[in-house]
């Protein structure tokens, strides 16, 4: 992702556990803009611009409604050529962002 979303927690997964699936939010669309990803939350009349990876990370959650964290996470390490730590700290920092915004819900 960006220097933003990366953690140096010592728990990488924070609030989300292996098996945590993670949905958009309903009322989440999203547009390309060149490389980059832009999310407009239509409750709240916010819009978000993603960088590259974490665009991946959206399209991901995006197009696999059922998959769970550690099948992002493996994404990740096999996309962006990232030791597991380094990839579920990011994704977990990411997701924390999106799920405080409102932007995604977790099951």
């Known amino acids: 992702m960006n220097s933003s979303v990366t953690s140096t927690d010592e728990n ?3 609030p989300f556990q292996p098996e945590t ?3 958009p939010a309903l009322a989440v669309q999203d547009m390309s803009v060149g490389e980059d990803t ?3 939350d239509a409750l ?3 819009a978000y611009r993603l960088s590259p990876a ?3 990370v959206w399209r991901f959650v995006q197009h696999r409604p059922d998959a769970s964290y550690e099948q992002l996470v493996d994404h990740l390490v096999t996309a962006h050529d990232l030791d ?3 990839a579920a700290s990011a994704a977990s ?3 924390t962002e ?5 932007l995604i819900g977790t099951t």
């Open 12 to 14: 990488a997964d924070g």
């Open 21 to 23: 699936v993670i949905q």
């Open 38 to 40: 832009v999310l407009f």
């Open 44 to 46: 709240r009349n916010r």
């Open 54 to 56: 974490a665009g991946d």
């Open 84 to 86: 597991r730590h380094d």
């Open 93 to 95: 920092s990411f997701l």
């Open 98 to 102: 999106l799920l405080a915004r409102g």
